[in-house]
């Protein structure tokens, strides 16, 4: 099985800057890689798959990059329905299919 | 547009069978391009993936749950269920289901999930 790391568990940055999550597979899942959002109480909303392509309707603010074991989520410029938990989630070797723990990310 | 609804009883007791239902609505469950499956959360924690099925019936299961995991699919329906067994409180969570999409590159398929329903709380107690 795949173990996804993610990097940090909580990342505090103010509404207006730039935030950088990560996400290390455990060996290389190429570029089978999709980042979800999930805020308190819904269901996770599909971000990015392919580790760079955006979901449909999702903003150019968010993009994706990396291939192998090192992937990277950026959010260009936080707003403030941007807060909420972020997990990488690999489907390269199935199954299963594994996710990371998340990274919170909160109002500094 | 697509939605997906799950349905089941909130309340199980330990030892008996968790049962869940996933209604597909706004789509055919038996489209070519899709696999239909379930995900977890358990209270304060992280996602895990309990399984997949396509519409002709053939499935992939987490193997850390495989001996307790059936998932079926009623194309006549248009829905697919979850039943875990011999449950426990470990089992306690919020139980999604999602489809699968994706492509399928000589033989082997590579599935994210696209399409959420908006989750239902299973709790195992006495």
């Known amino acids: 099985e795949i173990v996804m790391t993610q990097s940090p568990a909580t990342l505090s940055v103010s509404p207006g800057e730039r935030a950088t999550l990560s996400c290390r597979a455990s060996?290389?899942?190429?570029?089978?890689l999709a980042w979800y959002q999930q805020k308190p109480g819904q269901a996770p909303r599909l971000l990015i798959y392919?580790?760079?392509t955006r979901a449909t309707g999702i903003p150019a603010r968010f993009s994706g990059s990396g291939s192998g074991t090192e992937f990277t989520l950026t959010i260009s410029s936080l707003q403030s329905e941007d807060f909420a938990v972020y997990y990488c989630?690999?489907?390269?070797?199935?199954?299963?299919?594994?996710f990371g723990q998340g990274t919170k990310l909160e109002i500094k | 547009q697509l939605q997906l609804q799950e349905s089941g009883p909130g309340l199980v007791k330990p030892s008996e069978t968790l049962s869940l239902t996933c209604t597909v609505s706004?789509?055919?469950?038996?489209?070519?391009?899709?696999?239909w499956g379930w995900i977890r959360q358990p209270p304060g924690k992280g996602l895990e993936w309990i399984g997949s099925?396509?519409?002709?019936?053939?499935?992939y299961y987490n193997p850390s749950l495989k001996s307790r995991v059936t998932i079926s699919v009623d194309t006549s329906k248009n829905q697919f269920s979850l039943k875990l067994s011999s449950v426990t409180a470990a089992d306690t969570a919020v139980y999604y289901c999602?489809?699968?999409?994706?492509?399928?590159?000589?033989?082997?398929?590579?599935?994210?999930?696209?399409?959420w329903g908006k989750g239902t709380t299973v709790t195992v107690s006495s």
């Open positions: 999602a489809r699968h999409r994706g492509i399928a590159v000589a033989g082997t398929g590579y599935y994210y999930m696209d399409v």
């Open positions: 706004g789509g055919s469950i038996s489209s070519s391009s899709y696999y």
């Open positions: 099925i396509y519409y002709s019936g053939s499935t």
């Open positions: 060996q290389s899942v190429s570029s089978n």
């Open positions: 392919g580790a760079s």
């Open positions: 989630q690999q489907y390269n070797n199935w199954p299963p299919n594994t």
